[in-house]
């Protein structure tokens, strides 16, 4: 009994003793997270999970603004600690740090000019109105100017729309039709190519080279269903790969001594500028884009800019 009463006050006394000290640890200390980046201390943080939901937030979205996204090397880690309650949480801090060691990426929006960057601007809406305030003005370059979607590490200087509109704008020139029907758009006349061609595709012919009422239909229409593959009439390299007024989505491959193809009005585009295809080698797909009233391809032979008929060569 001696011994168990001994025993008793002993343990008593170490509870007092852990329950002393626990009531210290609490009026004294309180629980944070020490955080580091790359073995290198950066602050003290309260609640890690909310930290590093703002920082992976960050990181794949960006601001909303101009930064889509950041790249990392590496991500911070968190090592649970008691510190005096004067310490306070640096969560800001650390967030600057771990954004600023990675490569962040731009989004823009580029209008470009017969494949040239020209202006910069921050939305789709900004870019989406340049080019159509100059399809309003009637620009003559309109056809080929487009814009694209761009991720860049290099931030670029934007332009206002009415900078870019104003600078891209170009007065139409008055010509006289008959004179580029007769001498320059169109030849009936059957011409030795020097190449051989294939059937970029298989339809129903529904509209013939030559004259309309409407004007001269300088290609030939092959109708058939959306998405149907377009395969390169002849080798060559491609010199034109993206949206053209009225073509719609265009593809045109250079086979050399003057000799072009033009494939029109294409849902898909699978070759780039600078791209070299081998003869019957898929290109793009027959859609309706452009000035298109149902899936076709809308298929020009072009000598020197001179186009010529194409059932003079096949079909």
Sequence with gaps: MIYLRAW??????LLVGLAIIGFVVF?????MYSV?????????????????????????????????????????????????????????????TVISSGVPYYKYYAII?????????????????????????????????????????????????DTAVAALYKEKVKTIKKKIVTSKSYDMANTTLGISLVRPVNGTITSRFG????????????????GTPL??????????????G????????????????????????YVSVGQTVSQGETIAAVGSTGNSTGPHLHLEIRVNGVAKNPQNYIY
Excluded at 27 to 31: M, T
Excluded at 48 to 56: M, R
Aim: aromatic letters at 12%; glycine letters at 6%; hydrophobic letters at 30%.
């Design 113 to 161: 000019e017969n494949g040239e960057e020209k202006y910069y601007v921050s939305s789709y809406e900004e870019a989406d109105a340049i080019i159509n305030d100059l399809k309003a003005k009637n620009s003559q370059n309109q056809d080929s100017i487009t814009y694209a979607l761009k991720y860049e590490t290099e931030l670029k200087e934007f332009s206002d729309k």
């Design 231 to 244: 395969k390169a009439a002849a080798s060559g390299t491609v010199v034109y790969s993206a949206w053209k």
């Design 36 to 96: 580091s980046l790359n073995g290198e201390f950066i602050g003290y943080t309260e609640d890690k999970s909310k930290l590093q939901k703002k920082i992976n937030t960050y990181l794949d979205s960006g601001d909303n603004k101009t930064v889509a996204f950041v790249e990392v090397d590496s991500y911070p880690e968190y090592d649970l600690c008691l510190l005096q309650k004067g310490y306070k949480a640096n969560d800001d801090e650390i967030f600057d």
């Design 211 to 226: 004259r309309r009422r409407s004007g001269i239909h300088t290609g030939l229409d092959i109708a058939t269903s959306s």
């Design 27 to 31: 009026v004294v200390y309180k629980p």
């Design 246 to 269: 009225s073509y719609g989505n265009l593809v045109i491959v250079d086979h050399g001594n003057g000799i072009q193809t033009y494939y029109a009005h294409c849902s898909r585009l």
């Design 8 to 13: 008793i006050k002993l343990i008593i006394m």
